[in-house]
C-alpha cells in the first residue's frame, strides 16, 4: 500500500462524514503546533512580559485568561475545520449558521479583547511613567487603541456572518456606488486607526525628541496641533473615499457654495487664518503670561478659532484669535520664563540711605520666588517733595501670582523700616500765612 492510498483510508464515517487517515495526521499536526505556540506564548512569553512591564495580579489573570479562551476557540475550530465536524446549527433559507462559524467569532472577540489589554497596559504604563518624569499626575489613557481593535473585530465578523449589506445606492461623477455596510465600518475604522496613530506619535514617539532637544511647552503644543490637523485631514478624505465617494465631484460641487460662506463670515475665516498664523510663528504659545486689554492671564489652550487665556482669579477667557495677531498684546514670557518687577517706597529726609537700601535689599532676597540671579537691586531715584524716593528691582519667575509676591514684600519692608525706626512720611506742605493791614472803611 503506498502512502497516498494509506492517508485515504477510511477509520470511520458518520452518516455523511468521513474521517480518513490523512485527515486524522493534519489534525493532529494542527493540534499539536497550535497547542505547542499556546504553551510558548502563556508560559514561555506571558511570565516574561509581567515581569518586565510589572503587571500586577489582576491584569494578570486577565491576560492569561484571555489568552487561554482564544487558544481554546482556535484548538476547536482547527480540530473542527481537519475533521470536517462542523454540524449545522441554524439555516434560514440560503444562510447556514455552523458550529465552526461561532467558533471562529468567539475567537475574534478574544483575541481583540487579549491584545486591546496588551496595548492598554503597554501604552498606559509608559505614559503614565513620562508623565510622572513631568512632574504631571499619572494617567491611564490608552484606551484610544479599543475602538480601533473592536472596529476590526466587527468588520470580521460582518464579512464571516454574510451581513454586508447594501444599504442604499448614489450616483458619484457619473457611477452607481453601493453603500455598504462594510464600507462605513472601514470609514469608522480609519478615523479610529488615525486617532491611535496620532497618540503614539506625539505622546510616545516624539515625546522623546522633545526631552531630548528640551522643547518647551508652547512649541510642543504648536507642532502637535499641526500633526493633528494634518492626520486627521487625510484620515477624513481617507474615508470618504473609502465609502466610495469621488473627491473631486465634492470639491467641484463645494467652490461655489465656499465662496458665499467665506463672504458670510469673513470674521470666522479671519480667526482661522490667525490661529494657523499663530501656531506656525509661536508668537503666543501655550504656557505664556500674556496682558492684553488690563487682562493678565496664562495661555492655556490655541485653538484652530478661538485661544483660551486663564487670568489671576482663575477665569477662563475665550479669545478669538485675531485679537492675539492684530491687538497689541503684552507677552511677558515670550523670550524667557522670567521677569523683572519693582516696587517703590519713600522715606522720611532724615533717614540714613544706605540703611534703607540695606533693608529693601533684605526684604526682597528673603522670599521665596524672587531670583538670586540676575540679584535684586535698589535705587535712589529721586528727592521728592515730602520723602527720599527709592526703587528695589527684583527678578521672578512667578509671573502671574506677582500682585500677592508685591504683597508679602510690603509687608516685609514695613517690618523692617518699623524695627530700624525708619519713617515713611506723609504728604508735607509749608504753609506761610501773611498777615494783612486792616482795610479802611468805605467812606461815601
Known amino acids: ?52 512591564s510589572r503587571i500586577d495580579a489582576a491584569d494578570r489573570r486577565r491576560i492569561t485568561l484571555s489568552a487561554l479562551m482564544a487558544l481554546f476557540f482556535l484548538i476547536t475550530l ?47 504604563r509608559k505614559y503614565s511613567r513620562r508623565h510622572r518624569e513631568d512632574g504631571l499626575a499619572p494617567a491611564r489613557n490608552a484606551s484610544v487603541a479599543r475602538p ?25 461623477g457619473g457611477n452607481v456606488v453601493d453603500f455598504k455596510l462594510s464600507k462605513i465600518i472601514v470609514a469608522v475604522a480609519v478615523v479610529f486607526g488615525a486617532r491611535l496613530f496620532y497618540w503614539v506619535l506625539t505622546q ?5 525628541y522633545y526631552r531630548r532637544h528640551r522643547i518647551n511647552e508652547g512649541s510642543r503644543y ?7 490637523y494634518f492626520i486627521y485631514t487625510v484620515a477624513g478624505l481617507m474615508a470618504i473615499e473609502m465609502l466610495g465617494v469621488r473627491l473631486t465631484v465634492i470639491w467641484g460641487g463645494a467652490a461655489a457654495l465656499l465662496v458665499g460662506i467665506g463672504l458670510g463670515l469673513q470674521q470666522t475665516f479671519n480667526d482661522l487664518i490667525c490661529g494657523i498664523i499663530l501656531l506656525f510663528e509661536r508668537t503666543v504659545e501655550v504656557g505664556d503670561v500674556v496682558e492684553m486689554d488690563g487682562m493678565v492671564g496664562s495661555v492655556k489652550q490655541i485653538g484652530l478659532r478661538t485661544s483660551l487665556v486663564e487670568t489671576r482669579d482663575n477665569v477662563t477667557v475665550i479669545v478669538p484669535n485675531s485679537m492675539l495677531i492684530t491687538d497689541k498684546v503684552i507677552n511677558w514670557s515670550h523670550f524667557d520664563d522670567k521677569a523683572r518687577y519693582k516696587l517703590q ?11 534703607v537700601k540695606q533693608l529693601l535689599l533684605e526684604a526682597v532676597s528673603n522670599h521665596d520666588t524672587v531670583l538670586a540671579n540676575p540679584a535684586p537691586i535698589v535705587r ?12 528695589a528691582l527684583f527678578w521672578t519667575k512667578d509671573l502671574l501670582e506677582i500682585e500677592n509676591i508685591r504683597s508679602d514684600i510690603r509687608f516685609e519692608i514695613e517690618r523692617l523700616f518699623r524695627e530700624n525706626n525708619i519713617v515713611i512720611p506723609y504728604p508735607q506742605r509749608d504753609v506761610w500765612v501773611k498777615e494783612m493791614p486792616p482795610i479802611p472803611p468805605y467812606d461815601k
Do not use: C, H
Not at 487517515?21 to 499539536?32: C, E, I, Q, R
Not at 510616545?204 to 522623546?208: D, E, G, P, Q, R
Not at 535712589?380 to 526703587?391: A, I, Q, W
Open 78 to 124: 482547527a480540530v473542527m475545520r481537519s475533521s470536517g465536524i462542523n454540524p449545522e446549527l441554524w439555516r434560514v433559507g440560503e444562510r447556514v449558521l455552523r458550529l465552526s462559524l461561532v467558533a471562529e467569532v468567539l475567537f475574534i472577540l478574544q483575541l481583540a479583547r487579549l491584545l486591546d489589554t496588551i496595548i492598554e497596559l503597554v501604552l498606559a
Open 1 to 52: 500500500m503506498t502512502i497516498p492510498e494509506f492517508l485515504q483510508t477510511e477509520i470511520f464515517r458518520f452518516g455523511d462524514l468521513i474521517v480518513t487517515v490523512g485527515d486524522a495526521v493534519s489534525g493532529g499536526l494542527t493540534l499539536f503546533a497550535i497547542l505547542a505556540a499556546g504553551y510558548w506564548l502563556i508560559v514561555r512569553v506571558l511570565p516574561r512580559f509581567f515581569k518586565r
Open 222 to 228: 504648536a507642532a502637535n496641533r499641526l500633526l493633528a
Open 148 to 172: 480601533l481593535l473592536y472596529t476590526l473585530a466587527v468588520l470580521l465578523l460582518i464579512q464571516q456572518l454574510g451581513l454586508n449589506y447594501t444599504l442604499f445606492t448614489f450616483k458619484s
Open 380 to 391: 535712589l531715584v529721586n528727592f521728592g517733595e515730602s520723602s527720599l524716593d527709592f526703587e
Open 345 to 355: 517706597v519713600g522715606v522720611a529726609y532724615n533717614s540714613d540711605p544706605q540703611l
Open 204 to 208: 510616545l514617539a516624539l515625546y522623546t
